[in-house]
């Protein structure tokens, strides 16, 4: 192996009797390197920007004392869309009574197709005044949170400003489960 000599170069070479010099310890103190990474941390940390939550502006309507001052709806401009379970969806323009609940209660999906329901939102949108199209959305207890954000993806895709979200009717219900047999599903 190899040796060092680290003697004073005198010429003596080691042996007993000899005495042997002293040799200091090396320490590096580490406090200035700690102190700095602290500085570099505490940098980055300000000056990253940190990820936004991503969400979803809602804007709603002011409370008024008086229930006749509320926002009312024109029964002709109202589209009602009703999410059903297994990505069904169901909509009918209007009010829905006993004498027209046959003709006009009808279902959709989510599709873009002329039967999906962003060409349904369309077609009502471009026959309705935009100061007076209304979309109500009514969830069923069926229907899964994807559904629900999918609609309310494609009101912002089709800009509605105006829609709302009900809780469904026990008609409403009956009628879901009423063409969901009938359809076979």
Do not use: H, W
């Amino acid at each position: 192996m190899a040796e060092l000599d680290t003697s004073s170069g005198s010429g003596r070479k080691k042996g007993p009797g000899v005495k042997k010099s002293k040799k200091m310890s090396t320490r590096v103190d580490l406090t200035p390197m700690v102190d700095l990474g602290f500085l570099l941390l505490t940098f980055f940390i300000f000056t990253t920007t940190m990820s936004l939550p991503t969400s979803m502006n809602l804007y709603l309507p002011k409370d008024t004392e008086n229930p006749e001052e509320q926002n009312k709806i024109k029964d002709n401009s109202a589209l009602t869309i009703l999410l059903g379970n297994e990505n069904n969806v169901f909509y009918y323009e209007g009010m829905l009574d006993n004498t027209n609940a046959s003709t006009n209660f009808r279902a959709s999906n989510f599709g873009t197709g002329e039967d999906g329901i962003r060409s349904v939102i369309l077609k009502k949108k471009r026959s309705t005044d935009d100061k007076d199209f209304m979309v109500v959305i009514k969830p069923s207890d069926e229907c899964s949170y994807k559904n629900v954000v999918d609609i309310l993806d494609e009101m912002t895709i089709n800009v509605v400003k105006r829609y709302a979200m009900v809780d469904i009717s026990d008609v409403e219900v009956q009628l879901i489960k009423a063409t969901e047999a009938s359809q076979g599903k």
